[in-house]
């Protein structure tokens, strides 16, 4: 049972560039979320997402950054015209949700992380 | 949202040592989970333990809700063990609320 996928797990972008992170979630899982965390830091929510649905992204900055999680294929968070203080580790995580009847269906498994360093 | 406070914040331990590292948090949870994050940045999953204690191995975690703490116990510690553990706290929103950590070093 693979695990939380992400991709790429670097990635060198300059300043103006975009950036696009991968997610794909564990099988059977339908809410994925995205943290930020900064170097010597905990990771700091950033948006949480259901199939085709933004549930809460109340963690991202309103211009530049988007994410989607479409009907097919893996959530992707993308970061427009990037600056130097966006370089970053990017985790994705997932979770089963409800329902289920799981008792933990809202344990978050995290992904590798894709570390993003803006030149 | 749910202020998640985590001491110490650095341990060092030699090799055989025990230890115990604290989560406390400001509001009742719906989710509260232990991480280790290994020197090469991954995320571990230790415990999902909103209440009650669990035991994995040499590790063991006990949270009391009605008074807001976690504690998560490392018994006779490896060098493998070395990292940063975190503690993340979720109220109903669905996102976790993480603490800044505890770094633990541990020398042979």
């Known amino acids: 049972n693979a695990g939380v996928m992400q991709n790429p797990r670097h990635l060198v972008r300059r300043r103006g560039q975009e950036a696009r992170l991968r997610c794909s979630p564990m099988k059977g899982h339908s809410h994925v979320y995205w943290y930020r965390q900064l170097p010597e830091e905990g990771l700091k929510f950033m948006v949480y997402?259901?199939?085709?649905?933004?549930?809460?992204e109340s963690g991202m900055p309103k211009e530049r950054f988007s994410a989607e999680f479409p009907k097919e294929g893996p959530s992707i968070l993308r970061i427009q015209q990037v600056v130097r203080g966006d370089s970053a580790a990017y985790f994705c995580?997932?979770?089963?949700?409800?329902?289920?009847?799981?008792?933990?269906?809202?344990?978050?498994?995290f992904g590798p992380g894709t570390r993003l360093t803006v030149l | 949202g749910i202020q998640v406070e985590q001491s110490p914040p650095d341990l060092i331990l030699q090799e055989g040592a025990n230890s115990t590292l604290r989560c406390n948090f400001s509001?009742?949870?719906?989710?509260l989970q232990w991480f280790h994050q290994n020197p090469w940045g991954q995320l571990i999953n230790l415990f999902y333990?909103?209440?009650g204690t669990k035991q994995n191995g040499r590790l063991s975690a006990t949270t009391v809700a009605t008074e807001r703490y976690s504690l998560l116990y490392i018994s006779s510690s490896q060098t493998t063990d070395s990292g940063v553990y975190f503690c993340?706290?979720?109220?109903?929103?669905?996102?976790?609320?993480f603490g800044t950590g505890t770094r633990l070093t541990v020398i042979p």
């Open positions: 509001d009742s949870v719906n989710n």
């Open positions: 993340a706290a979720e109220t109903g929103a669905n996102n976790l609320f």
């Open positions: 995580a997932s979770s089963p949700g409800p329902p289920g009847g799981l008792s933990s269906y809202n344990e978050q498994f």
């Open positions: 997402l259901q199939k085709e649905n933004i549930i809460d």
């Open positions: 333990i909103p209440s």
